[in-house]
C-alpha cells in the first residue's frame, strides 16, 4: 500500500522540498508556487520535445565546423566528420563522437517520449524504473553539449588568420538548441504523474 | 481517501477556447518550424538555375568544392560530377548564381583553369593548392539560360575581356604554329594564336588567330603574316645580319605581319593567312601570288638519290612553279622488274605561275600540260645549290625525249613522266681529290727535295765544282783568243785564196791537157807501140813460142785502140772553141792587162808545173817503154826472163787504168766546156777578173808562204787551246761522276715516289734530260780529248 503526499491532503515544495496542506498555493519558505500536479507537464514536454526534433534535423544535415586552411576549405557535418575519423582509423574518437552526438539524443528523444506516454497511457515498465530513467536522462542530458564545447573551444584557439582557421557551422548552433530544448523537455516532466500510475495499477489491483 | 483530497483549482478552466489549456511553450516549435520553413523557402528562392557542361576530362573537379568564376568571381559551383550513358564524356551540374544566369547564354564558354608552365608564362599557379576551377566567359547581353554547355579544352581566344578579330592563320610547317603564341606588331603583342590543328589532307597546320581590337584593323586582305620565331642570321651582299624580334618569340615563337602592299580589303572574322617562314619569304609572295588550283603530279625517280626534301621547288625556266610535297620510296617489282629502291616524290604545281588560266580545273591544267609533255617537257633532279647540296626538280623541255604522256591513273597522282637527272656531287668530287692530295707522300717528297737540296749544296760547295767557272771561264777566254786571233780571223780569207788557187789548178789542168795534146803523146804512144809491135814481131819472129805475149800484146793494142781518144779529142775542139769565143768576147778583150798577167802568172806556174811536167815524164815513162822494149827486143833472144818481165809490164800497162784516165778526162773537158760556157755569162768577166786578182794575190802570197806561216800558227794556237781544253776535260769526268752520282741519288729518291703523279714525272723528265746533259757533257769532254781540234772544226 503505498501513500502519496496527495492522499494525504499535501503537497511538496519542488524548490525546499517543505511539504505544505494541499491548500497552499504558494511555499511559504521560498516562495515557489505549489501544484500537487503539472497538469500542463505533458503539453511542455512534448512542445519542447518537437522542437528539439526540429532543431536537431538540420544539426545533423548542415556541418558542424567549417575548417579553412590555406587554400582548402571543408565542412563537415557530425556523422560526416565521425565517419571520416573512423575512415583514418579514428575509432575511439569516432565512438564518443557518435554516442555524444547522436545517440544520447536519440537516446533522450526516445526516453523522453516514452516516459511521457508511459504517463498518459501507461508502460510495461514499472514506475520504479520509469523514474530511473528519468532521472538519467535528466542528468545525461548536460552531457550532450559536449559537442558544442568542443567546436566552441576549436573555434577560439583555432584562428590563425589566412593559414588556417575553424569557424562553427550553423549545425553547432541547431544542435545546441537541440540540446536545449530536450533538457528542457526532460525538465518539463513532472515525475510524480509517473507515481500516479502507480496509485492506479494499486487500485486496480485489489479489483 | 479521496473525499479528503482537496480540490486542486484548476487554473484557466473558465477562459478555455480554441488554444484552451496550450501552454506557451508551444510557441517554440512553432517557432521553430516557421523558421525552418522560412529557411527553406529562403534557400530555394536563392537558388539558381542548374547548368550542365560536358567535360572530355574532368581532373581535379570536386562536387560540392569546385566553383565557377566569372571573372574570377565565384558564380556557381560543382553539384554533381557524372558520366554520360557512354561514359565517354562526364557532365558536370553547376549550380549557377541567379543574377548571373540569363547571361549564361549558348554563347558561353566554360573550361578548366589548371596550373600552366608554358613558355610565354605562368598561369592559373593559384590553383596548385587550391584546387581547379572551372572559367566561364560570356558576353554582356542576356540571351537567355542554356543549360547544356561544351565545354573547351583551353581558354578561347575571345573572352569578355579579350575582343578582336578571329581568323585562320596556317603554314605548311607547325613550327611557327603553336598555342598560345604571340601575333606581334613592332613588338607589340596584338594577337594571339589558338589550338593549331591538322587540315584533313595532311597538308596544312591551321590555328585560328585573335587579333585584339583594336589592332585588327592593322590587318587587310594583302597583309601577310610571317614567323618571327628564333633568329635569323642572313649573310648577303651588304654584310651580315641577325635579326630576332624579342627574346620571348625566341623562345616561344612569335608571328608578325605587315601590309607589303596597299590595296586590300579590310579585315573580316574567318580569314585565312598563310604564315610564311620569314619576312623575306612573306615579301615574294606578294608578287608571286598565291592564286590558282594546285595540281598535284607524282614523279617516280630512278635514280635513288639523295637530296630531295619536302618543300624543294619545283622550277620551271628559272621560276619557281611549285613544291615538292614529299618524298619517300617506292619498290615495286611487278612494275618495274626489279626491287630497287625508287624516288617516289609528290609535287605541287600552282597553274597560276604556269601562266595558265587559274580558273582552269584540274583536269584542264593537266591537259595543258600533258600538251607540254608531248612535246618533250620532262622532269628532271638538279642541284638546287652547289654549296647546300640540296636537290630542286626542273621541268625542261627535251625535244629528243622519247615519247611519253602523263598517266592519268598514277598513284597517288597523275604520273609525270621523268627523264635523265642532272646531279653533280660537288662534295663527293672535292673530297676525292682531298683524299688524293692527302694520299701525296709530301712529307717524304719534302725529306728527299731536303736530301737532294742538302746534296746539291755540298756539291756546289765542293771546289772542283767552284773552280769550274774559273776553268770554262779560262777555257772560253782561250778559245775566244784562238778564234779572236789574226791567223784565225785570217783563214776565210786564206781559204778563198785556196779556193782561187785551186779555180787556177783547175786551169793548169787544162793547159796541162793542152801540153799533152801538144806532147802528142797519142802519137807517142802510137809510136811505142809501133815499137812494141816492132819489137814484138821482133820476138815473135824470135820466139814462136811467146804467143801469150803477143797475145797480151793485141790485147793491150785493143784497149789502146779502144781508148775514147776520138771524143777526147771532140771535146778538147769543143773546148777550144769555146775558149775561142770567150777570148774572142769584148770583154775578156777589154780586161787584157790582168788576163795577160794572170796568163804570165799562170804561164809562170805552168812553167813551173811544165818542169815537172806529167806530159814530159809520160813521154819520158814512154821513152823509157820504148827504151825498154827496144832492150827487150834486144835482149829478148834466150831471156824468157825478159818474156816474164815483159808480160809483168804487159799487165801494169794493162793496169794502168787509160779507161779512167780518159773517162776523167773527159768529165773534166766537159766540166771546162760548161764552165766555158757558163762564162759567156755577162757577169763572167768581173768575176774572171776578181778571181784571176785573188788567184794572182794567192800565187802571190803562196809564193811568199805568208799562208803556210798562218796555218803554222793557228795550228799551234789551236794546240795550245787544245792543251788547256784537254787540262780542262781532265777536271769534267770528275764533275760528270758527281753529277752521275748526285743524279743517282735523285732518282733514286724520285723512284720511290708515285709515278702517276705529275710532279714526279717532270721531276723524273728534269732528272733525265740533267742527266742526258751531263751525258753529253762527258761527251764532250770525251771528244775533246780525243779530238782537241774538232773545237775548231766544230764538230
Known amino acids: 500500500m503505498t501513500v502519496t503526499a496527495r492522499d494525504k491532503g499535501l503537497v511538496a515544495c519542488r524548490e525546499c522540498a517543505r511539504v505544505w496542506p494541499a491548500d497552499h498555493t504558494h511555499c511559504e519558505v521560498c516562495g515557489n508556487a505549489l501544484q500537487s500536479r503539472d497538469t500542463q507537464s505533458l503539453q511542455k514536454v512534448w512542445a519542447w520535445w518537437i522542437a528539439g526534433i526540429i532543431a536537431y534535423i538540420p544539426a545533423n544535415l548542415y556541418p558542424m565546423l567549417t575548417t579553412r586552411t590555406l587554400f582548402h576549405t571543408s565542412e563537415d557535418t557530425i556523422i560526416a566528420g565521425a565517419l571520416d575519423l573512423a575512415a583514418h582509423g579514428a575509432f575511439g574518437i569516432a565512438a564518443i563522437i557518435l554516442i555524444a552526438s547522436v545517440v544520447i539524443p536519440l537516446g533522450k528523444f526516445f526516453a523522453i517520449a516514452y516516459l511521457a506516454l508511459a504517463v498518459r497511457r501507461g508502460a510495461r515498465w514499472p514506475p520504479g524504473r520509469q523514474y530511473i530513467l528519468y532521472e538519467v536522462v535528466e542528468y545525461i542530458g548536460r552531457w550532450s553539449m559536449i559537442d558544442v564545447f568542443v567546436v566552441a573551444i576549436l573555434c577560439s584557439l583555432v584562428q590563425l588568420n589566412v593559414a588556417a582557421s575553424i569557424t562553427p557551422g550553423i549545425a553547432a548552433l541547431t544542435f545546441a538548441l537541440s540540446v536545449i530544448f530536450t533538457m528542457l523537455s526532460a525538465q518539463s516532466l513532472d515525475p510524480r504523474l509517473i507515481w500516479d500510475r502507480i496509485e492506479t495499477q494499486d487500485t486496480k489491483d485489489p479489483a | ?795
Open chain 2, 1 to 795: 481517501m479521496s473525499s479528503d483530497i482537496p480540490d486542486i483549482p484548476q487554473t484557466g478552466q473558465d477562459r478555455r477556447g480554441l488554444f484552451a489549456g496550450a501552454h506557451w511553450v508551444w510557441l517554440v516549435p512553432i517557432a521553430a518550424v516557421l523558421t525552418a520553413v522560412w529557411v527553406a523557402l529562403q534557400a530555394y528562392n536563392d537558388q539558381g538555375p542548374l547548368v550542365q557542361i560536358v567535360f572530355d576530362d574532368a581532373a581535379g573537379i570536386l562536387p560540392n568544392e569546385t566553383e565557377l568564376r566569372f571573372r574570377n568571381v565565384a558564380v556557381g559551383i560543382v553539384e554533381d560530377v557524372q558520366f554520360n550513358d557512354d561514359l565517354s564524356r562526364v557532365l558536370v551540374d553547376v549550380r549557377l548564381d541567379k543574377t548571373v544566369a540569363p547571361f549564361v547564354d549558348a554563347e558561353a564558354a566554360f573550361w578548366i583553369v589548371r596550373p600552366q608552365v608554358t613558355t610565354s608564362g605562368v598561369s592559373g599557379l593559384e590553383t596548385v593548392l587550391s584546387g581547379v576551377y572551372i572559367e566561364g566567359t560570356w558576353d554582356t547581353v542576356p540571351g537567355g539560360l542554356a543549360s547544356l554547355h561544351e565545354a573547351n579544352d583551353r581558354a578561347p581566344l575571345i573572352t569578355t575581356f579579350k575582343r578582336g578579330t578571329v581568323i585562320e592563320l596556317r603554314s605548311t610547317r607547325a613550327a611557327g604554329l603553336s598555342a598560345n603564341t604571340p601575333i606581334l606588331f613592332k613588338g607589340i603583342e596584338v594577337g594571339r594564336l589558338g589550338e593549331p590543328t591538322i587540315s584533313v589532307n595532311g597538308q596544312w597546320v591551321s590555328a585560328p588567330a585573335i587579333l585584339y581590337e583594336p589592332h585588327d584593323q592593322l590587318v587587310t586582305t594583302a597583309t601577310r603574316f610571317w614567323d618571327t620565331s628564333g633568329f635569323s642570321l642572313s649573310v648577303g651582299p651588304s654584310g651580315a645580319s641577325l635579326d630576332f624580334s624579342s627574346v620571348a618569340s625566341l623562345i616561344s615563337g612569335g608571328i608578325t605581319f605587315g601590309t607589303l602592299v596597299s590595296g586590300g580589303e579590310p579585315l573580316r572574322a574567318g580569314l585565312v593567312y598563310e604564315v610564311h617562314p620569314n619576312e623575306a619569304a612573306a615579301r615574294n609572295s606578294v608578287f608571286e601570288g598565291s592564286s590558282g588550283a594546285v595540281v598535284r603530279l607524282t614523279l617516280i625517280f630512278d635514280d635513288n638519290v639523295s637530296g630531295l626534301t619536302a618543300d624543294a621547288a619545283v622550277e620551271w625556266r628559272g621560276l619557281r612553279i611549285g613544291r615538292v610535297a614529299n618524298v619517300s620510296g617506292i619498290v615495286d617489282p611487278d612494275r618495274f622488274g626489279d626491287s630497287r629502291v625508287r624516288l617516289l616524290s609528290t609535287v605541287e604545281i600552282n597553274t597560276a605561275r604556269l601562266g595558265i588560266d587559274a580558273n582552269l580545273s584540274r583536269s584542264e591544267a593537266i591537259d595543258f600540260l600533258d600538251e607540254r609533255v608531248v612535246e618533250g617537257l620532262r622532269a628532271r633532279l638538279v642541284n638546287a645549290s652547289l654549296l647546300a647540296g640540296g636537290l630542286k626538280v626542273e621541268l625542261i623541255t627535251d625535244p629528243d625525249a622519247p615519247s611519253a604522256t602523263i598517266n592519268r591513273e598514277g598513284d597517288p597522282f597523275p604520273l609525270f613522266p621523268v627523264t635523265d637527272s642532272e646531279v653533280s656531287d660537288v662534295a663527293l668530287s672535292a673530297e676525292g681529290v682531298l683524299e688524293r692530295v692527302n694520299a701525296l707522300p709530301v712529307e717524304e717528297l719534302l725529306d728527299s727535295a731536303i736530301r737532294f737540296l742538302d746534296n746539291a749544296a755540298a756539291l756546289v760547295a765542293s771546289d772542283e765544282i767552284r773552280e769550274t767557272p774559273g776553268e770554262i771561264l779560262g777555257l772560253l777566254s782561250d778559245a775566244r783568243g784562238v778564234i779572236g786571233s789574226d791567223e784565225v780571223q785570217a783563214l776565210p780569207e786564206d781559204l778563198r785564196v785556196l779556193m782561187t788557187d785551186l779555180q787556177a789548178a783547175s786551169a793548169d789542168v787544162r793547159g796541162l791537157l793542152a801540153d799533152v795534146r801538144d806532147a802528142q803523146a797519142v802519137d807517142r804512144l802510137l809510136a811505142a807501140v809501133d815499137q812494141v809491135g816492132l819489137a814484138a814481131a821482133s820476138a815473135e819472129t824470135a820466139l814462136d813460142d811467146l804467143p801469150d805475149l803477143t797475145e797480151r800484146i793485141a790485147t793491150f793494142i785493143d784497149g789502146a785502140n779502144a781508148l775514147p781518144l776520138d771524143a777526147l779529142i771532140t771535146q778538147a775542139t769543143d773546148f777550144a772553141r769555146e775558149a775561142q769565143i770567150l777570148l774572142s768576147s769584148d770583154d775578156i778583150r777589154a780586161a787584157p792587162g790582168a788576163v795577160v798577167q794572170a796568163f804570165d802568172e799562170l804561164s809562170g806556174v805552168l812553167n813551173d808545173i811544165t818542169e815537172a811536167n806529167t806530159a814530159d815524164q809520160l813521154s819520158a815513162a814512154l821513152t823509157d817503154a820504148s827504151a825498154a822494149a827496144t832492150a827487150v827486143e834486144e835482149a829478148v833472144a834466150g831471156l824468157p826472163s825478159v818474156v816474164e818481165r815483159l808480160d809483168r809490164i804487159a799487165a801494169g800497162a794493162e793496169e794502168v787504168e787509160l779507161d779512167t784516165l780518159a773517162t776523167e778526162l773527159e768529165a773534166v773537158l766537159a766540166t771546162a766546156s760548161r764552165l766555158f760556157g757558163d762564162a759567156s755569162d755577162a757577169d763572167l768577166p768581173d768575176a774572171l777578173a776578181g778571181a784571176l786578182a785573188e788567184a794572182e794575190a794567192a800565187l802571190a802570197e803562196l809564193r811568199a808562204g805568208g799562208l803556210i806561216d798562218s796555218a803554222n800558227a793557228t795550228m799551234s794556237s789551236a794546240r795550245e787551246a787544245a792543251a788547256a781544253i784537254e787540262t780542262a776535260a781532265d777536271e769534267l769526268p770528275a764533275l760528270a761522276n758527281r753529277l752521275n752520282t748526285t743524279l743517282a741519288q735523285a732518282q733514286g729518291t724520285l723512284r720511290g715516289y708515285e709515278e702517276g703523279s705529275a710532279f714526279s714525272r717532270e721531276t723524273l723528265r728534269a732528272l733525265n734530260e740533267i742527266e742526258r746533259a751531263a751525258k753529253a757533257l762527258t761527251d764532250l769532254a770525251r771528244t775533246i780529248q780525243r779530238n782537241p781540234n774538232s773545237l775548231i772544226l766544230g764538230r
